[in-house]
């Protein structure tokens, strides 16, 4: 069946570090590919996303290139602030029709910026 | 609306007892979905609603958990005769249907964290 396996953490940076989450999957068809951020005491909110092989996801400095060939969308930032400390979790969702379907998560990685 | 609302935020169980937890979605959102999150983990799917009805239960663990959306808007996801191992953060999440096929995203409000003791 379809999953995710997501680099475990914690991950802890100073600040201005290069940060790599590594993120991959299995799956039948052609899902499209997240990444979430839980930040402390908030709910999940979507922080990029790539609906097909090679589509580029970025936002708030952070990108993600779906891999199709290397079953990857490995999450990175140049340069991590203390801000960017959280919980990040890489999710696949089907692609059917005009539905996403559930959502299946990774297990999530902390991670944890020190000034 | 502002955002996906559950409630209660917590909620405490005794062993036995039976809960209700509520979902808001966000207005006009078509799609619902709740997850169940443990400790330490990813959220898990549990149930899918599209209006009013539920196209996908596969991930309601056992016969004790029921959701419902009977108007196509607000849910409720029950669980009856709470056990320990239900012990988890529930999620509910909305999203607007795409109309081109492509993924939609999905909005997730902030949890009930459930503990039964």
């Known amino acids: 069946g379809n999953s995710v396996t997501q680099m475990e953490g914690p991950v802890t940076l100073s600040e201005e570090a290069f940060l790599t989450i590594n993120c991959t999957y299995t799956?039948?068809?052609?899902?499209?590919l997240f990444w979430y951020v839980q930040y402390p005491g908030e709910g999940l909110q979507l922080l990029l996303k790539?609906?097909?092989?090679?589509d580029k996801g970025s936002n708030k400095g952070f990108e993600a290139t779906y891999r199709k060939e290397t079953t990857s969308f490995h999450l990175e930032k140049g340069s991590v602030q203390v801000s960017d400390s959280a919980v990040y979790f890489c999710?696949?969702?089907?692609?059917?029709?005009?539905?996403?379907?559930?959502?299946?998560f990774g297990k999530g990685t902390k991670l944890s910026v020190k000034p | 609306g502002a955002g996906v609302s559950q409630s209660p935020r917590y909620k405490v169980a005794k062993r036995g007892q039976d809960v209700a937890l509520r979902c808001d979605p966000i207005?006009?959102?078509?799609?619902l979905f709740w997850y169940q999150q443990a400790l330490g983990q990813g959220p898990e799917f549990l149930t899918y609603f599209q209006n009013e009805a539920q196209l996908d239960k596969s991930g309601l663990p056992s016969d004790r958990f029921f959701a419902e959306r009977p108007e196509g808007s607000v849910s409720t996801l029950k669980i009856q005769r709470t056990q320990q191992e239900d012990s988890a953060v529930y999620l509910c999440?909305?999203?607007?249907?795409?109309?081109?096929?492509?993924?939609?995203?999905?909005?997730f409000g902030p949890g009930t964290r459930l503990t039964v003791t």
């Open positions: 799956a039948t068809g052609y899902p499209s």
């Open positions: 999710a696949l969702g089907k692609n059917y029709g005009g539905s996403q379907g559930n959502l299946i």
């Open positions: 999440a909305s999203s607007l249907e795409g109309t081109s096929g492509g993924a939609g995203e999905q909005y």
């Open positions: 207005s006009g959102h078509v799609s």
């Open positions: 790539a609906t097909k092989a090679d």
